[in-house]
């Protein structure tokens, strides 16, 4: 028993490891850039670049950038290209391919089925959409303004792996004491 609970405590600690800290800030930033332009992308200019393709006052004025996308028809959203979807496009692959790359030879906390299958497939997709220029439309809000939601699990891994100093002290000190 008293093998057990050294190995117990041992899983407790504190993690130290800079690679996997490292890796946590490398992937917020990557998301966190996608889901900012991906927010301004489809909040902004995709939807008013409808709306100016209807009023010709609005679309002779240059002092507001519009982005020459055909979202008016389905051929367009499905077949148009749009520059910063192709930035975020090669974004998201660097960073689906790196994370993949690092889950399987680096990271083993993120090495699991799951992940390996998500980030090929999310590669496979956002090379596809470089290649082909396929979904540009649906790209900005799939591969950019989805990615907010994927910020959070950061967050949570930090706290699964780097828990507050506090919240180690409390539970050190309350087992010293009952022991």
Known sequence: EAND???????DAPCKRPDLFGFQMASFAAL???GILGFYLWHNNLHNHNNKHHNKHKHNNNNHKTIHFP????????????????????VNFTFQFWDLIVALFF??????ALLIMHHSIAAFVSWSSL???????????FLGLSEFSSIFLVFID???YFPLMI??????SSTT???
Do not use: M, S
């Not at 028809?73 to 499905?78: A, L």
């Not at 990271?107 to 699991?112: D, V």
């Not at 919240?167 to 050190?172: E, G, L, R, V």
């Open 32 to 34: 966190w850039f996608c």
């Open 167 to 172: 919240a180690t002290t409390t539970t050190t």
């Open 5 to 11: 609970n050294n190995n117990d405590n041992n899983n």
């Open 107 to 112: 990271i083993e906390e993120h090495g699991t």
């Open 71 to 90: 979202a008016d028809t389905p051929e367009g959203r499905i077949f148009g290209r749009l520059p910063e979807a192709e930035l975020l496009a090669a």
């Open 177 to 179: 004491a009952t022991t």
């Open 131 to 141: 290649e082909c220029q396929y979904l540009h439309y649906y790209g900005v809000f």
């Open 158 to 160: 930090l706290t699964k």
